[in-house]
């Protein structure tokens, strides 16, 4: 059972970056990284959570309210998925997830990879707090 675990979640004013990290754990092989399509979520206090990033096969999809200042990578070799997030606002404020599903499974697509649905493995989540 791959088990995720979210870091790099910290206190910063607007107009900052930070950069968080996913890390892959449980696999029976690393080769089997590349058998999952990845995601980052984010939930504010209040609020549904929201997709915000997504890494399929290389393609790569963000929400409206982070294109252009987020960057979602993987690193392989590390087992890792990152999301860069520059010039945060007060409104990015959220825990952030990590979420996973199966290529096999059919239940990506570049309409639907939002949705919460579309994901089996999720991590703990890290705290983003941005302040004005």
């Known amino acids: 059972q791959m088990q995720l675990l979210e870091s790099g979640g910290d206190s910063v004013q607007a107009g900052g970056s930070l950069r968080l990290s996913c890390a892959a754990s449980?696999?029976?092989?690393?080769?089997?990284?590349?058998?999952?399509?990845w995601a980052w979520f984010r939930q504010a206090p209040g609020k549904e959570r929201e997709g915000v990033a997504t890494?399929?096969?290389?393609?790569?999809l963000y929400s409206d309210a982070v294109d252009g200042r987020f960057t979602v990578s993987r690193d392989s070799a590390k087992l890792t998925l990152y999301l860069q997030m520059n010039d945060l606002q007060p409104e990015d404020a959220a825990m952030y997830f990590c979420a996973a599903g199966r290529q096999g499974s059919g239940l990506w697509s570049e309409e639907a990879w939002s949705s919460e649905s579309r994901y089996e493995y999720w991590g703990q989540g890290t705290q983003v707090t941005v302040s004005s």
């Open positions: 890494f399929y096969n290389f393609i790569t």
């Open positions: 449980g696999l029976k092989s690393n080769f089997d990284y590349f058998d999952y399509y």
